[in-house]
């Protein structure tokens, strides 16, 4: 009978590099958005509105694989702990830019 072997060991949960690919993915989103609407001085086309959106669905989806990382066993949690945190300032960024943008 074969030894279990150490390498076999997950380092990373692979829905912590999914929930933190998915907030890079929608701070992406989000900048490109603040940056046309920027150069259109608020009046941007239905893109920019689109990005926004997209950013918003990104963030909340890579919250939801944040939260499977943290009930899975398998890695650690520094990578957790910077999936939950990206995903849940950029959901925070977009409400406040919706709200901001809607006062205005």
Known sequence: MMKESAYKVK???VDAIIACVLGGVSAVCMLGAVV???FY???GPAAVGLLGIASF???LMGITFSVHAWKS?????LMKRIAMIL???LLLI???LYVWG???
């Not at 066993?73 to 949690?77: A, C, F, I, M, T």
């Open 57 to 59: 669905i990104l963030s």
């Open 11 to 13: 380092n990373f949960s």
């Open 87 to 89: 995903n849940a300032v």
């Open 36 to 38: 046309i609407s920027y």
């Open 94 to 96: 977009t409400v406040f």
């Open 73 to 77: 066993v398998d890695g650690g949690l």
């Open 41 to 43: 001085n608020g009046y």
């Open 102 to 104: 809607w006062v205005r």
